[in-house]
């Protein structure tokens, strides 16, 4: 089963993400300093759409209207308005239908739904981009600016880092309840780093996790919060990372294919996608994540699939404890049983069902408004086999991504098909 009308990912473009820690990132002590310059905004969406351009060989005089991810281009580059930096990135696109989409970290996935959607209304080639660039800011202040996707004027009391502290909340809420332990949370770390080290396009790609240092708070780890009750529950290695960086791709329908010379085979078939909402004004369960659930569930039935049938992921490990909670939301394993998978060696590359597979948000790194992008061209490359030191043994044909907003408050899951 698919969409009404059958729409494809036809391939695209990620830049590298990179930031504190990751070798190319310029900072004071780095040799390179004052000799370049970290690139900007516009240079990720430029590189990324012309990437996506060039690797699909669509020209961008044939795209009909196109979509970019961001979070908070206001307030990290005094940046807003980004659909009118696409045309831009290629004068193909000049006249054509842009715009901006925001849903704090699934704004990618919202670009993407935005297009699949348009597919639906009849448009045959579209672009999907993502991007955002944080480092302009210090850590504290990002803190600061994220925090703007939780209730800000209820919430951000809670710690200078607000989102952190939000899923430490929840993970200290799980570990009381005794079916994920500490011991699980940092496997989920170990993995996001050991898969980024073997991708050359990740932000922790040169920094190694043992078991022993995501394990243990210290120097080489610290518990950083400043809210008391909730630091124990949460190290830097349970957090994704403070990353830039951009991705783009071709979306497009049956129509689109044939326009660009491309069969279904040379693309990757969206069998559904879906976005769900929650109240931004309320706590949720600290045990479950409802929306994301309700879209899976969606999303399964859309495609007539069973969780049993999705053969490799992509999803919002923002913290390491999230990963644990999407895998239960996904139907992959049952309530409070997510740290089953990773104890067992599930989702590991080798696994029956990898997940993240170039690191996730935790290794690959989260430039907020390109994940969403990020996560569906990296189920396309593990289902075309072009995932190199990474690439998962025989090529999966059936996968899933699933992008947050929020403390569980957006949701956008899709399954994807290669033939
Ligand atoms: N002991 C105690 N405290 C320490 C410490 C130590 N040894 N070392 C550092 N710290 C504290 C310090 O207080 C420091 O702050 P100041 O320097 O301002 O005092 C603070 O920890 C941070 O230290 P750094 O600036 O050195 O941190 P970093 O640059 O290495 O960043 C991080 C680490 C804070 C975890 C950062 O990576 C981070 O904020 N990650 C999370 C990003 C995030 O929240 N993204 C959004 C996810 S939520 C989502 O995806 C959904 C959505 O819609 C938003």
Known sequence: M??????????????????????????????????????????YITMAVRGALAATGTPGELVQKSWIGNFAGELFNNQG????????????????????????CASGGLAFASAVESIQAGTDITLVAGAEVQTTATARQGGDFLARASHYRRQRGL????????????????YAQGDITEDDTALVSVK?????????????????MSFDTARTAGDANPAFLGNADLAPYLKVSDCSQVSDGGAAMIVVSEAGLAKLGKRPEDAVEILSIEVATGNLYEDGDLFSMPVTAAAAARAYAAAGLRPEDIQIGEVHDCFSVTELLIYEALGFAAKGRGGTLIRDGVTQIGGRLPINTGGGLIGF???????????????????????????????????????????????????????
């Open 2 to 43: 698919s969409l009404p009308r059958r729409a494809f990912v036809l391939g695209g473009h990620l830049t590298s993400f990179i930031g504190k820690k990751h070798p190319d990132f310029l900072w004071k002590g780095h040799p390179e300093f004052g000799q370049r310059e970290n690139p900007a905004l516009e240079d």
């Open 81 to 104: 308005h980004l659909g009118a930096a696409l045309p831009g990135a290629d004068p193909g696109l000049m006249f054509k239908p842009a715009m901006r989409v925001e849903g704090a």
């Open 159 to 174: 710690d200078d880092f607000t989102f952190p502290a939000l899923f430490a909340r929840r993970t200290k809420a799980i």
């Open 192 to 208: 996001a780093y050991a898969n980024a080290n073997k991708n050359p396009l990740a932000h922790m790609k040169a920094v190694g």
């Open 365 to 419: 790194g989260h430039p907020v408004g390109a994940t969403g992008v990020k996560q569906v061209l990296e189920v396309c490359r593990q289902m075309k086999g072009e995932c190199g030191a990474y690439q998962v043994p025989g090529q999966p044909t059936v996968g899933i991504t699933a992008n947050m907003g929020g403390d569980d408050k957006t949701a956008v899951v899709s399954i994807l098909r290669h033939a």
